[in-house]
């Protein structure tokens, strides 16, 4: 039985994520930091009925954490195959007013600490010629006002993503990057209501994995734009 591991699981993508990779008959580890969310999204996950879930408080900040978190995973499993490197957070402001632990912030989790997760799952994943997926953004392409930092942390992010798969494949390894556009989630303190229908929502990037997984051996898609097919004109 596969196994994946997915940071910033307890909510919205990387809780969508782990859904459906359960659902598709996957043992699946969520890390974030809070313990209240993590417990409350392990709840919902065993509701589903349908698999293993392991559920380990870990900041991708930390590398040692991360490395904890990973050997937990395959302590228990046996192996690892998925990685989705999916943690992350946004800050927005005029650069006039970004301050220096916001700038910080976001760089450290959504860059750094995708290096972390990446560096200490790279042994298992060499293991399983595993699949490491990164959550980027379409601000990882299109930059907009407020968003220096993370325009920075995304933009880096892509660049990171594409080099680490030149590396890996050799080892069989697949590596690709998803650029999401407006997704329903908490992000950014976002609450998820009926007014965000016309968002993708987190199921669907769930697929979007699920997909990726079922590719033929030979062929990885490995930068891939999504985006609202409809939004709400201005
Ligand atoms: N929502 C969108 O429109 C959108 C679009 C494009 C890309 N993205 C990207 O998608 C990813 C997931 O965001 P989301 O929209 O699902 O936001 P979310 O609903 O706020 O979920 C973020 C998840 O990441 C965890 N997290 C945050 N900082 C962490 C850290 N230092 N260590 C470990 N876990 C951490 C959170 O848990 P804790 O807070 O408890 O740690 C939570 O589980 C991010 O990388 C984001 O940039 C989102």
């Known amino acids: 039985m596969k196994t994946a ?8 993508i990387g809780l969508g994520v782990a859904k459906t990779l359960l659902s598709e008959g996957m043992r699946v580890a969520i890390t974030g930091r809070d313990s209240v969310a993590l417990k409350q999204a392990e709840e919902e996950l065993l509701k589903l009925g349908t698999g293993e879930v392991l559920c380990i408080q870990s900041d991708v900040r930390d590398m040692t954490a991360e490395q904890n978190a990973i050997q937990q995973v395959v302590a228990k499993w046996g192996q690892l195959d998925v990685v989705i490197a999916n943690a992350g957070v946004g800050k927005f402001a005029s650069i ?12 450290d989790i ?3 600490g995708v290096f972390h997760t990446v560096k200490a799952s790279i042994p298992a994943l060499k293991d399983s010629k595993g699949y490491l997926i990164t959550i980027a953004s379409l601000a990882g392409t299109n930059f907009f006002p407020t968003a220096s930092a993370y325009n920075a942390s995304k933009f880096g ?9 030149l590396d890996l494949r050799k080892y069989g390894i697949k590596v ?5 556009g407006s997704v329903a989630t908490y992000f950014n ?3 998820p209501n009926d007014a965000d229908a016309w968002k993708i929502q987190p199921e669907d990037i769930g697929q979007m994995v699920a997909d990726l ?14 985006r609202p097919s409809m939004p709400p004109s201005k």
């Open 5 to 12: 591991y997915i940071t910033g699981g307890s909510k919205g």
């Open 96 to 107: 006039e007013d970004l301050t220096v632990e916001d700038w910080k912030q976001v760089i």
């Open 110 to 112: 959504n860059l750094t």
């Open 157 to 165: 992010l892509v660049g990171f993503t594409q080099a680490v798969m």
């Open 176 to 180: 690709s990057t998803i650029m999401p």
């Open 189 to 191: 303190g976002h609450i």
């Open 213 to 226: 997984l079922k590719m033929n051996p030979r062929t990885l898609p490995s930068k891939i734009e999504v």
